[in-house]
């Protein structure tokens, strides 16, 4: 009997070795045998309270099925619950403290610039000037500035087969054996978030920059109309003035059509009617230098006024001026099998809609584009897919919800009944489109295939904002040099640093004026420091509306308490969670002083998620049993590791969904 047990025991060892042995070889050879397979979607903005409604109504049925057959929660979102704070969470395994990205827009406390908070785009350092032209010693750099190794990067070290394809907050992208595609956070070519063109003979119209964009006078001459599309700047040119190209307009001076004539390309539009991708190239230096990239024309009116939208110039995927894939020949694969697509990472043009470029109905048929789009490109590469991971990222909820709210909410300030009966179920057939997704998934799922639908947050109504600093201001937090009025629109313009302790910047932002830190910090560091946070966090809370006594906000978390990590104190120090309801004005996400502290939104982006992160959680589906009684995103991470084997890394926050909380253990 001892014997036998000594044989077993040994037999029982020499098989756990040569497993391991096998195990081990398979990730020195690089060559991933393993069978078990994830399946990830990552759908930005899907808000729980929706989808539960849309599935009870049997609109969303593949939806309601994994969520019978499988797991469906909330997924606690990231603080603050902004994009590419909650997707880097999600790649990461770490909150901001760890990874660095804070909100959209960060600043540099030295200098208290703003800039976009997850790449820089730099031109070369040196350069040679002779005349007018300015010739760079060296080249470029596109930066990615989120930090912590990516889920995709550990597995690539494990030889593992993955394609992660549009995930936000990876531009560029970082290097990696598997087939990725940035996402949000991509630029289009001019190095904005998108910046549209309108081209107008309206004498109304005010010529100039508009946020997200530019209103560009033109004239009819002889049913002629000839203007410039404005390209990338050109740093060969002293100053870097935009690079310029023409294009013609010629008018049919009977009928609502017209014949656009751009480069080597001409093709003919009717009134109220989209083009497909036009690639232009721009020319920086004479005989060599041109970058390329491609634009969609939209021909709102030809009589009796001209009016013709142009979108961003995106990155032309077929001949990428800028990284966006790995390897860099993939975005070119995937224009050749799926068609030519929009790059820039924020694709639906809400600015438009926002400056009254777009109506309606004209954005809803570019938004329904750009879903298209994702959709094909989702069909020619999810077939593929027969090892390792999958990951695919939808962004049509999230812009769509910001912008279509207002035509489901009766309560909000900017609903039109009208308006409402004509698109007030645009939403509604966005998420529905998304179920179809899943319906093409389910089928493929499998006893090796784990498949994970989740969401970076949900939604909700955005009513009226408060102006952070327009707040600080009047409650003598913020000081203004002597004599200058308050600007409602540059960044902190006119601010006296010596005399001001605080200032917001971003969606949610509080910072203090920390000596040592900011350029003119006054605020010492230590008791004096948490002092005043203390301070500033009990008055916050206490701010009612006057409209109707509601809470506006209903959370002010402390960065020493919300983060962990190496760069927990470079961001704000404290972040403002709105209620449901309420958001930070536009202006004063950069810094301005708006004349009221509250006031009603106008604008069509009217739902919103900046907000006190408990009231916006996603969702997490699975055809698994999820574990853990709050599942947050910095759980996916360890989650996707787990199931390949791989032991997290020491810096990650969270553990595996499939394993019981910490507390139950």
């Known amino acids: 009997m001892h014997l036998k047990k000594t044989v077993g025991v040994t037999c029982a060892l020499l098989l756990c070795a040569s497993t391991l042995l096998l195990y081990s070889c398979q990730r020195a050879s690089g060559e991933w045998r393993g069978q078990e397979k994830l399946i990830i979607l990552g759908i930005d903005g899907m808000d729980p309270q929706l989808l539960d409604r849309f599935m009870q109504e049997g609109k969303m049925p593949n939806f309601a099925r994994l969520a019978q057959q499988g797991s469906y929660k909330h997924l ?55 005349g007018s032209w300015v010739i760079p010693l060296g080249s470029g750099s596109a930066d990615q500035l989120r930090q912590g190794k990516s889920f995709w990067e550990i597995l ?338 006119n601010v006296d640093w010596t005399r001001t302790r605080a200032y917001g910047i971003g969606l949610n932002g509080l910072y203090l004026n920390i000596r040592g830190r900011e350029r003119e910090g006054i605020v010492q560091p230590g008791a004096e420091e948490t002092a005043l946070l203390k301070e500033l966090q009990s008055k916050l809370l206490a701010e009612r509306d006057p409209a109707n006594g509601q809470p506006v906000i209903t959370r002010v978390d402390l960065a020493s308490e919300a983060y962990q990590g190496p760069n927990a104190r470079k961001g704000p120090d404290a972040l403002v969670g709105y209620n449901r309801g309420y958001r930070a004005g536009w202006k004063t996400i950069l810094g301005a002083f708006p004349p009221e502290v509250l006031e009603n939104n106008d604008n069509p982006w009217s739902g919103d998620h900046c907000m006190d992160y408990t009231l916006v959680p996603g969702v997490l589906l699975s055809n698994r049993k999820i574990h853990a009684g709050a599942p947050a995103l910095t759980d996916i991470t360890p989650t996707i590791l787990e199931l390949f084997g791989i032991q997290k890394q020491n810096d990650m926050m969270g553990h595996s969904v499939f394993q019981p909380d910490r507390a139950s253990r």
């Not at 998420?431 to 949900?458: A, F, R």
């Open 76 to 130: 606690t979102t990231s603080i603050p619950p902004q994009s590419p704070v909650a997707w880097s969470n999600l790649i990461t395994g770490m909150n901001a403290g760890g990874h660095g990205i804070f909100d959209f827009i960060h600043r540099d406390p030295k200098t208290m610039e703003l800039y976009f908070s997850t790449s820089r785009v730099e031109p070369p350092k040196h350069s040679l000037n002779i």
């Open 156 to 493: 690539d070290q494990h030889g593992i087969p993955n394609s992660v394809i549009r995930i936000p907050a990876n531009f560029p992208p970082v290097p990696a054996k598997g087939f990725t595609l940035s996402g949000m956070g991509t630029p289009d070519l001019r190095g904005t978030y998108g910046t549209f063109s309108f081209y107008t003979d309206d004498p109304m119209a005010t010529a100039g920059a508009v946020e997200g964009g530019q209103i560009i006078p033109v004239q009819v001459d002889g049913s002629q109309v000839k203007a410039s599309l404005i390209g990338p700047d050109n740093s060969f040119r002293k100053g870097a003035p935009p690079a310029t190209e023409p294009f013609t307009v010629s008018l049919d001076p009977q009928e609502a059509v017209a014949k656009i004539s751009l480069q080597d390309h001409e093709f003919v539009l009717k009134e109220g009617e989209w083009s497909d991708w036009v690639p232009v190239e721009f020319q920086l230096i004479p005989f060599f230098g041109n970058v390329r990239g491609m634009c969609r024309f939209y021909l709102k009116q030809t009589h009796p006024r001209f009016e013709l939208y142009v979108s961003p110039i995106n990155i032309d995927p077929a001949a990428p001026a800028l990284p966006i894939s790995t390897p860099s020949s993939y975005s070119r694969v995937l224009a050749k099998e799926a068609g030519e697509f929009y790059t820039q990472g924020i694709s639906e043009d809400t600015k438009a809609l926002s400056a009254g470029v777009l109506e309606d109905k004209e954005y809803l048929e570019q938004s329904r584009t750009v879903l298209a789009e994702h959709r094909r490109i989702f069909d020619t590469e999810f077939p593929k897919f027969n090892k390792g991971l999958f990951f695919f990222y939808f962004s049509s909820l999230d812009l769509n919800s910001h912008m279509m709210w207002r035509l489901t909410d009766p309560n909000h300030p900017e609903y039109n009944a009208a308006a409402a009966a004509q698109y007030g179920s645009a939403l509604e057939e966005f998420y529905e489109q998304i179920d179809q997704v899943l319906g093409e998934v389910m089928p493929k799922l499998d006893d090796h295939t784990t498949l994970l639908v989740l969401s970076d947050h949900g939604f909700a109504p955005y009513n009226r904002s408060f102006n952070l600093n327009t707040w600080l201001l009047n409650n003598g937090y913020v000081e203004l040099k002597t004599g200058d009025n308050v600007d409602q629109v540059t960044p902190l313009a």
